[in-house]
């Protein structure tokens, strides 16, 4: 399976990313990830993107271009994979293109999780996740089963992000709007396209993903 996860920031694309991991066994590409793991080794990636990601900007397509082109060549993506953040301008969709058409790989589709800005502010802001395995979680929207433990390793060590932070939500969502929002009529005109509402709780957006998996014919795990 090779799956595209589209929204704004705080949509849940991380989320149900990682639970189709789980379920599918492909791997889970987070572009967001991959670079906070390298601004946190003190790379020269990191040190390019940290102040672009610090201020709710995008990294340069050509960074990311190449970082995805060496991700998804790696052997855990042979099973397929699930992009989460990428791609996020046109001229990043049309490289994915172009790279998929080179190794031979046929996109199934792209799923957007459609959400009201309001909601983005609330659930970027109440999130948080395990400092130790990345778990995901929500001070309203999804707790931790016991207080201060992680549900999925027990490490009682959680993190927030320094971009989720009110001041920077604004600039991220503006982002959106104005260089990644243009790839949906992008991908419609391709017929790839397909919206799920994401608005609904988390179960009922998984039950909506795997309706279109089912309709695409991806076959069931
Ligand atoms: P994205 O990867 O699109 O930025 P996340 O998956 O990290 O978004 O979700 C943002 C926050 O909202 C997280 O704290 C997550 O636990 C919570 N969340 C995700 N999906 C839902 C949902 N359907 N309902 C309520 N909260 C959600
Ligand atoms: P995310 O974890 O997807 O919310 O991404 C966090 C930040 O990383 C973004 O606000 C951007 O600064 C940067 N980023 C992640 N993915 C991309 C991408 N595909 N293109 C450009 N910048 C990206």
Known sequence: MELILLG????????????????????QISTG??????????SAIGLEAKSIMDSGGLVSDALIIRMIGE?????????????????????????????????????????ELKVDEAVLVARISGRFTCAKCGAGYHDLFKRPRHEGVCDVCGSGD?????????????????????????????YRAKGRLHSVDGMADMDA???????????IGVPAP
């Open 33 to 42: 990830d991959m670079l906070r793991a390298e601004v946190k080794s003190g």
């Open 205 to 215: 957006v998984e039950a909506q993903i795997e309706a279109v998996l089912r309709k």
């Open 8 to 27: 704004p920031p705080g949509a849940g694309k991380g989320t149900q990313s990682k639970l189709l991991e789980t379920r599918y066994g492909v791997a």
């Open 71 to 111: 991700r998804i060549a790696r052997p855990d993506c042979a099973n397929g994979f699930i992009l989460d953040g990428f791609p996020r301008t046109v001229p990043q969709a049309e490289a994915l293109d172009e790279l998929l058409h080179t190794t031979k790989v046929d996109l199934d589709g792209v799923i």
């Open 158 to 186: 959680f993190s927030r992000r320094p971009d989720d932070k009110a001041e920077t939500v604004h600039a991220r969502l503006e982002a959106y709007n104005a260089q990644t929002a243009p790839i949906l009529p992008y």
